[in-house]
């Protein structure tokens, strides 16, 4: 299976950083969801200090926004690997297999759900439903989706990846 | 210069749709060849992506699906003015997938450059919007209560009645949300409509603005469609350049603007209430309902949720009038529907037909039968919360009403597909299991319960003999009805339609 995109590089957390970034969301509609996804996609990962820093951005208690933050799938609270992997749980991908491969890949990488390789460079995820029912089963790396994967070329995609993570072979 | 289409959309892309760009544009350049590449959406045969078509001297001619290793075959065989070729498909339209069609809200998918504003009014878009400029709030809602629409999201509420609620309401700001949070395992039709014809969903929610006097709408996307929020991105910006969206449309004096709001992961936010706590930046918990969304909705203010296709659909219903769309379909399932035939099957993708085909004509006739090429022996309809039919159910018409009489749900229209390898006590247990995860924690049948349902299930499979199975039936039987009528929304209580539907036609199942 060829490797479709790159990884997304995230920023080492800073707060002050943060705190700048969000600005711009202050007073627009659904602000919290916007900083998050804002602070998700810069770090990687919603760090705790943003708990007080958008309380007060939002005029919000920091409970409010820890109930935000952990209502939500997408935001993680610690940082993750060069690259998310997430696999299809999802009835149309469990018609074509998607049980085993969940199986083979955690065997492959070592890994159960929510957890990241030793080398920090993959992390594992469930998904429910990529939208791609007619090409099962599925997954998404980072951005990007994959139809029709198999054990073998997932393990062909996580070599191109980790390689082009490395920098080498680029 | 020849004109070669290739899909900016998720399916194709997922099968390296993006890397055929770049490799026949360099080929083309190595063999000093004029093309022009020009990205399309998908016509919805997911099994052909990535389907690429050339615009030759005697129509439109394609090839799929194709792999960059075939390009420089391709270009060999002269691929450019319609050569012979393996993966020749000559005219798609004329293949029986696409003959047997009957498309009215993907009449353009796939055919147009997804987002140019020329393109998609070459093709009769926008008519619906210069139609419903030159009429009034009533003359719009009564072509819409006309054409006998109902809510494609799956609870299929009549559209005009809907938008009526709206319109009547005094208010200072009102709202068009579009729910575009397709979380549903099966379904793909929105990503479809809106990667393929993206402007005809902007048309619609328009249009929908015009009728109940709203100015402002948001399409709820879900996170998993990066792809389809660039690609929106781009369509409302072509749209707000052409003067179809921002202020004075057109010179209507009419103003009309568009934000896309990304979800963050959570299948409860495609429950309308839940989403707009999310889209006021909130947890995605449901609100209790009344008052309805159409009275207070969003910050309180009369809003119309919609799904995307509903809305979708609109444009079509503006143009050719309300006559024509009810003029397919039958009973009081008017119009068409695009389903959606996913799992494991060997030609899946998006069929849209007039209400009234049974599923077995869909499975066997558009989708031709199983990938592995065992025998079917159970289909999913309408998402994790529709039920699980056996193949004795297969005559079943494709109607709301008709499937509701079999005891299952049309849903958003997305068809699932398992072979006889499937085990239906586990597809019970992960029901519930799923509704354990994504239960959004605010009412107890459905936060518990669900929760109990997996140890239920567990107990029945491994019961030692069919007295002790029995009682666990007679304890999830007790559960589900639980579920069904005191959850608060459609998440714990239509879950147990798909675990009772598999206790129902698949016992046999549970006693191993």
Known sequence: MQQLAGSIKYQEWNLDVAKMTVQEFRGRTGGVMLALHKIQETFGYVDDSAMSMLGKVFNLTRAEIHGVTSFYHDFKRSKPGTYTVKVCQAEACQAMGSEKLTTDIKAFLGVDFHETTANGEFTLEPVYCLGNCACSPNIMVDKQTYGRVSIDGFKTLADSLATSATGENV | ?512
């Open chain 2, 1 to 512: 210069m020849v004109k070669v289409y290739i899909p900016r959309e998720t399916t194709a892309n997922s099968l390296g749709a993006e890397l055929l760009v770049n490799a026949i544009a360099n080929e083309a350049q190595y063999r000093n060849q004029d093309i022009e590449i020009v990205r399309n959406g998908s016509r919805g045969a997911c099994w052909l992506e990535p389907l690429i078509e050339v615009e030759t001297a005697s129509g439109r001619i394609g090839y799929g699906p194709v792999t960059t290793e075939d390009i420089v075959d391709l270009f060999d065989a002269d691929f450019i003015n319609g050569g012979e070729h393996a993966k020749l498909l000559g005219d798609v339209e004329a293949l029986p997938w696409f003959k047997n069609q009957e498309r009215l809200t993907f009449a353009r998918c796939g055919i147009i450059a997804a987002t140019s504003v020329a393109e998609y009014e070459s093709l009769g878009g926008f008519v619906g919007l210069k139609n419903a400029l030159a009429t009034d709030s009533d003359g719009i809602i009564q072509e819409m209560t006309d054409s006998g629409l109902r809510g494609r999201g799956g609870a299929a509420f009549p559209t005009g009645i809907k938008w009526r609620t709206v319109a009547d309401c005094d208010a200072d700001q009102k709202y068009i949300v579009c729910n575009a949070d397709e979380g549903d395992s099966g379904t793909f039709s929105d990503r479809l409509i809106m990667e393929g014809d993206p402007l005809s969903l902007l048309e619609g929610m328009t249009i929908a603005g015009l009728a109940v006097g709203a100015d402002k709408g948001f399409i709820y996307l879900r996170s998993e469609y990066p792809l389809t929020q660039a690609i929106l991105n781009d369509a409302i910006a072509n749209a707000l350049d052409a003067n179809f969206l921002g202020d004075n449309i057109q010179d209507s004096g009419k103003s009309f603007t568009i934000e896309v709001f990304m979800g963050a992961g959570a299948y409860i936010c495609g429950e309308e209430t839940s989403l707009l706590e999310s889209l006021e930046g909130k947890r995605g918990q449901i609100r209790f309902k009344p008052p309805l969304p159409a009275i207070e909705g969003l910050f309180g203010k009369p809003t119309v949720v919609n799904n995307v296709i509903s809305l979708a659909s609109v444009p079509v219903i503006l143009e050719k009038g309300s006559k024509h769309y009810a003029g397919y379909g039958q009973g009081r399932s008017l119009g068409t529907m695009p389903f959606q035939i996913g799992g494991n099957i060997k030609q899946g993708g998006l069929v849209e037909k007039a209400f009234g085909l049974t599923l077995r004509q869909l499975i066997e006739d558009f989708g031709s039968g199983t990938a592995t090429g065992n025998p079917l022996r159970a289909v999913q309809v309408g998402g994790p919360l529709g039920a699980y039919f056996p193949e004795s159910l297969l005559d079943t018409a494709l109607d709301y009403e008709e499937f509701a009489k079999a005891g299952g749900m049309l849903g958003h229209g997305g068809v699932v597909i398992f072979d006889d390898s499937v085990n239906m006590a586990k597809q019970a247990r992960f029901s519930m299991e799923f509704c354990a995860v994504e239960s959004c924690g605010k009412c107890t049948p459905c936060r518990i319960g669900s929760v109990r349902g997996v140890e239920v299930i567990d107990r029945i499979v491994s019961a030692e003999n069919s007295e002790a199975r029995e009682a666990e039936h007679i304890v999830l039987k007790d559960l589900c009805d639980t579920m069904e009528s005191a959850s608060l929304c459609a998440m714990g209580g239509l879950t147990p339609i798909p675990v009772m539907s598999a206790v129902k036609h698949f016992a046999a199942d549970f006693e191993q």
